[in-house]
T-cell receptor, first 116, second 115 residues
Framework: GAVVSQHPSWVICKSGTSVKIECRSL??????MFWYRQFPKQSLMLMAT?????????EQGVEKDKFLINHASLTLSTLTVTSAHPEDSSFYIC????????????FGPGTRLTVL | AQKVTQAQTEISVVEKEDVTLDCVYE???????LFWYKQPPSGELVFLIR??????QNEISGRYSWNFQKSTSSFNFTITASQVVDSAVYFC????????????FGSGTRLSIRP
């Protein structure tokens, strides 16, 4: 099956710093990538949808200036958490959808962000 | 409204017992997909099954089985002869065809299998 990787798998940073998380589709081209956030003991909440070469579409309540998404190529999307604060600590999961086929989404392993 | 409800927040059973995880969904779409995912403590989502709205055949895969009932908008998941390794959070999810690929997740059921 298709493989999606995320880097880093975990990160700890100080409050006020920015953190970049990478999401890569390893063996297919992803026209669309999705970013989810999951707080402890909660479900996955979609943050934004990004299509290669265009601006991301953010879900209601998600600050686009705080969560910068770049999808510059068909195999890479990045999420940058700017000026991170402790309340941004969460598990961030990306998924990628390929071209044609069953339009299935393939999920990355997630990145655990802890902001001190 | 498009929604997935997993009413069981937590379930705990003794190993070797059978357990059913309930999932009820709402959508106006006639074309949609339903999914089950397993999320072990590591956090990585493990895909278990995908079902499209036109295929009501029940499915069995080893100890796992799924019962899709459009009449009750339910897609329940049964684990027979449960094992400790089945302990995880299980998510039911819906992808309505009209939603531009947005998958809607249920709140999840935390399953604990006691030895």
């Amino acid at each position: 099956g298709a493989v999606v990787s995320q880097h880093p798998s975990w990160v700890i940073c100080k409050s006020g710093t920015s953190v970049k998380i990478e999401c890569r589709s390893l063996d297919f081209q992803a026209t669309t990538m999705f970013w989810y956030r999951q707080f402890p003991k909660q479900s996955l909440m979609l943050m934004a949808t990004s299509n290669e070469g265009s601006k991301a579409t953010y879900e209601q309540g998600v600050e686009k200036d705080k969560f910068l998404i770049n999808h510059a190529s068909l195999t890479l999307s990045t999420l940058t958490v700017t000026s991170a604060h402790p309340e941004d600590s969460s598990f961030y999961i990306c998924s990628a959808r390929g071209q044609g086929g069953l339009n299935e989404q393939f999920f990355g392993p997630g990145t655990r962000l802890t902001v001190l | 409204a498009q929604k997935v409800t997993q009413a069981q927040t937590e379930i705990s059973v003794v190993e070797k017992e059978d357990v059913t995880l309930d999932c009820v969904y709402e959508t106006r779409d006639t074309t949609y997909y339903l999914f089950w995912y397993k999320q072990p403590p590591s956090g990585e989502l493990v895909f278990l099954i995908r079902r499209n709205s036109f295929d009501e055949q029940n499915e069995i895969s080893g100890r796992y089985s799924w019962n899709f009932q459009k009449s009750t908008s339910s897609f329940n998941f049964t684990i027979t002869a449960s094992q400790v390794v089945d302990s995880a959070v299980y998510f039911c999810a819906l992808w309505p065809h009209s939603s531009a690929s947005k998958i809607i997740f249920g709140s999840g059921t935390r399953l604990s299998i006691r030895p």
